[in-house]
DNA sequence: TCGGTGATGTCAGTCAATGACATCACTCGA
DNA sequence: TCGAGTGATGTCATTGACTGACATCACCGA
């Protein structure tokens, strides 16, 4: 125990969420996130670079996961075999509790501009780092990208749908179908 | 003749293009901006939503031309014909004029992760209306999705290269280029 | 016990963005 | 010709995001 509640971040974080859903983005000041949180909006800012960032806490985390598990890959994967790697790997991250605060989240996100434009550039962080895995890998530049851009596609149909899926689909399963579903087409 | 100088907006454009280049987006404030311009800071937001959105003014006109050019495809065209003329309808928004100044901003908007999002975004939106113009042609959802997703990618592609071409090439030249690449790589 | 450390609070300030209201050249109809 | 709009702008006040500088104070390690 520290001289303050421990986990000032995932206070604000769930504030955050709360106050984005109830009230919607705009209609929701940092000092009132930060009241909820127990702290104050210079606090906020310690954590968050801003009031957008709040929502994408996680976004590095998955990267990095996602990039090992590329790294991991076995030598003599292809491409597109590593990538399906990394994609796979992100199971890990949205178990059964994740999902509600997932829907949550998607319903503010898709209903707020500014968000939007934050969640592109996060996808578009990601399909770089992708690509540069790959290029460590010895992959051609331009079958990285592309490699990297259609994992990223399929990450973010997959997610859309497990969004939308009954409660008892789990994420492996709709990144599974998506990724067959993607070879169909491309056969 | 007006009460005012004629053009504010093209004024706005033009002073927040030079500042922006010249102290970078982070140091110029929006009254400066509308200084140089000869009018108000209040001014400028009755012309741009934000201080961001000064450098995308011509986006709409360049989705528009290209959703018109879509539609004005023959009903027979196949999905990827159709999107082929409206990646090079563009041809006719970049003249040589226009590349001096397009070299600029891509300067100021790569440097700028506040200005990398919104162009995220524009692309983003220039996809979707992309998309529905192949629905409103009949073609299926997924297929319009991919095609649109394609031909925003290719004109992508080449605009940043027509903007590190030497200045004889048009750009018209680069799509040209880039759609053969294209073809090739899904041959 | 004491100085360093780190997370926080406090305060003042800048600047983006918006709403309310005033201004005033220009236009058009009575 | 006059007077009531009209539309683009200016002025003013305010909110709220974000930052820098400095203070605080429990904890930890020598």
Known sequence: M????PDAAGRLREAAMALYAERGYDGTTVAEIADRAGVT???FFRHFADKREVLFAGSEQLERHMVEAL???????????AVTAAVLAT????D???RDYSRRRAAVITSTPELR????????????ALTDGLLARGVAPDVAALAAETGVAVFRVSFERWIAA???VPIGDVLQATLKNLAALTA
Do not use: N, Q, V, Y
């Not at 520290?2 to 509640?5: A, P, S």
């Not at 434009?117 to 770089?128: H, Q, S, V």
């Open 166 to 168: 009954p409660d008892d």
């Open 71 to 81: 790294a991991a890959a076995p030598p003599d994967a292809s491409p597109m075999e």
């Open 91 to 94: 199971a890990e991250f949205f």
């Open 2 to 5: 520290g001289r303050w509640e």
């Open 41 to 43: 909006a210079r606090t």
């Open 96 to 98: 059964d509790i994740r």
């Open 117 to 128: 434009e934050r969640e592109l550039i996060k996808m578009a962080t990601l399909t770089t």
